[in-house]
C-alpha cells in the first residue's frame, strides 16, 4: 500500500520553497546598479548581452549542425549508394542485391532527410545560409530518389543526382568556413 503522507510532506515542501523563492525575488532594490543609473533597466541590459551571447552561440551551433548532418548524408550516400552502384551490386542477378537495395533505399531517405536538416541549420548562419540556398531545390529533386532505389529503379542519373547534390553540399560548406568530412552513419542509424 502507497502512502500518502511523504507525498504531502513533499508538496508541502515545494510550496513553501516556492514562496520563499518568489518573496525573495520581489526583496530586491529597484534603484540600485549601474544600469539603471544610465538609464536602462537591469533586466534589458542582461537580456540584451544574453540575446548576442544567444545569437553568436546558436550562429556556432547552426554551422556544427550543418557539419554533422551533412556528413552523414554524405557518408551514407557513398557507402550505400553510390560505392554498390559501382560496383555493380545493384545489377538483376548480383549477389546480395536485395540487401544491397533495401540499404540503399534505407540510405537515400536517409540522406534526404539529413541534407533537409542541413538546409535548416544553414539558415542559422549568415554565410553559410547564402551559400547553401541555391541548393534547396537539388536537395528537394531527391525527395523520391530513396524508392526508385530500393524498388532497383535507379539509374545512373539518380546516382549521379545523388552525388552532385552531396558535392554542392560540401562545397557550399567549405566556402562558409564550416567544411564537410563524409561520416558514414551505423545501420541502426539508417533505420531508426
Request: proline content about 3%; overall charge positive.
Amino acid at each position: 500500500m502507497i502512502r500518502s503522507v511523504p507525498l504531502r510532506r513533499s508538496l508541502v515542501a515545494l510550496l513553501l520553497s516556492c514562496s520563499v523563492l518568489v518573496s525573495a525575488t520581489g526583496c530586491g532594490d529597484k534603484g540600485s546598479g549601474a544600469a539603471t543609473r544610465t538609464g536602462a533597466s537591469p533586466s534589458s541590459s542582461v537580456s540584451a548581452a544574453a540575446s548576442v551571447s544567444a545569437s553568436a552561440e546558436r550562429q556556432r551551433l547552426a554551422k556544427t549542425r550543418f557539419v554533422a548532418n551533412a556528413g552523414l548524408a554524405a557518408g551514407a550516400t557513398y557507402q550505400w549508394i553510390v560505392k554498390p552502384y559501382r560496383a555493380g551490386t545493384f545489377k538483376k542477378g548480383a549477389e546480395g542485391r536485395t540487401f544491397a537495395l533495401v540499404k540503399a533505399g534505407l540510405a537515400g531517405g536517409f540522406a534526404y532527410n539529413r541534407l533537409k536538416a542541413a538546409a535548416e541549420n544553414a539558415k542559422g548562419d549568415p554565410l553559410l545560409s547564402k551559400a547553401v540556398a541555391p541548393l534547396t531545390a537539388g536537395i528537394e529533386s531527391l525527395k523520391g530518389m530513396a524508392a526508385k532505389l530500393r524498388n532497383g529503379e535507379a539509374g545512373e542519373g539518380d546516382i549521379g543526382a545523388f552525388e552532385s547534390v552531396i558535392d554542392s553540399i560540401k562545397n557550399a560548406g567549405k566556402s562558409a568556413g564550416a567544411e564537410v568530412t563524409d561520416k558514414v552513419p551505423s545501420t541502426s542509424q539508417l533505420t531508426g
